[in-house]
């Protein structure tokens, strides 16, 4: 009930390419859906978050999809650039939890020049 | 300085010794948490400070005691520890227990040997 199950583990794409990172939840409680990007050597920073009442977030080249039916949510990046090459954890809560973040396992992504 | 900072940024320990993780924020912030994060599995939830009182301690063992002074100051003491305990240790602060947005630090690593 309380896990967000992540794919895939890793992710190889080419610069300019398209990246999706899928996640799944089951405890209908969630309604806040963040991401974040975590460097080597660096804490998770929030890279965009998304609440259930939208079906879709974009932010630059960073986009959410979310579907409330299935209990899943998905990051899309695209034009993948060498920078973007990093961990990213999907992550759910109740909103009135604050930082009380139930993470993904992460997906490390390498983004190729 | 700004945003949050922990302090070592790395550590090496014997199995019978007692150290402590420091954490401070410089972002005016109400909540702390520290997360676990090891190799190959997501993010843990340990402990939770909303305005220096503890909400939330996730069946962590004993071996780990959090100390909250004052709303910049999270500790974690480390005593009796065991290498499977090895790990990095993530602060988080939030503005409020309720508000989602969390900041990371850098973490500590930590090895038990």
């Known amino acids: 009930q309380q896990q967000v199950k992540q794919s895939p583990q890793s992710l190889i794409v080419q610069k300019g390419g398209f990246s999706i990172i899928n996640c799944a939840y089951e405890n209908t409680a969630f309604d806040y859906f963040p991401w974040y990007q975590q460097f080597p050597g660096k804490g998770p920073a929030l890279l965009i978050a998304?609440?259930?009442?939208?079906s879709e977030k974009k932010e630059g080249r960073f986009t959410i999809s979310f579907n409330k039916s299935a209990k899943q949510f998905s990051l899309h990046i695209m034009d993948s650039q060498p920078g973007d090459s990093a961990t990213y954890f999907c992550?759910?809560?109740?909103?009135?939890?604050?930082?009380?973040?139930?993470f993904g396992q992460g997906t490390e992504l390498s983004v190729k020049p | 300085e700004t945003g949050v900072t922990q302090t070592p940024r790395h550590l090496v320990m014997g199995m019978t010794n007692k150290k402590s993780l420091k954490c401070e924020q410089h972002?005016?912030?109400?909540?702390m948490y520290w997360y676990k994060q090891s190799a190959k599995k997501p993010l843990e939830l340990m402990f939770v400070?909303?305005?220096?009182?503890?909400?939330e301690n996730n069946s962590v063992p004993s071996r780990f005691s959090p100390e909250c002074p004052n709303s910049s100051h999270l500790f974690l003491h480390l005593h009796t520890l065991q290498p499977e305990d090895s790990a990095l240790y993530l602060c988080?602060?939030?503005?409020?227990?309720?508000?989602?947005?969390?900041?990371f630090g850098q973490g500590t690593r930590l090895t038990v040997v």
């Open positions: 992550a759910a809560t109740p909103y009135n939890q604050g930082g009380k973040l139930i």
């Open positions: 400070y909303s305005l220096e009182e503890r909400v």
């Open positions: 998304i609440r259930p009442d939208v």
């Open positions: 972002l005016g912030h109400n909540a």
């Open positions: 988080a602060s939030s503005q409020e227990y309720v508000n989602t947005e969390a900041f």
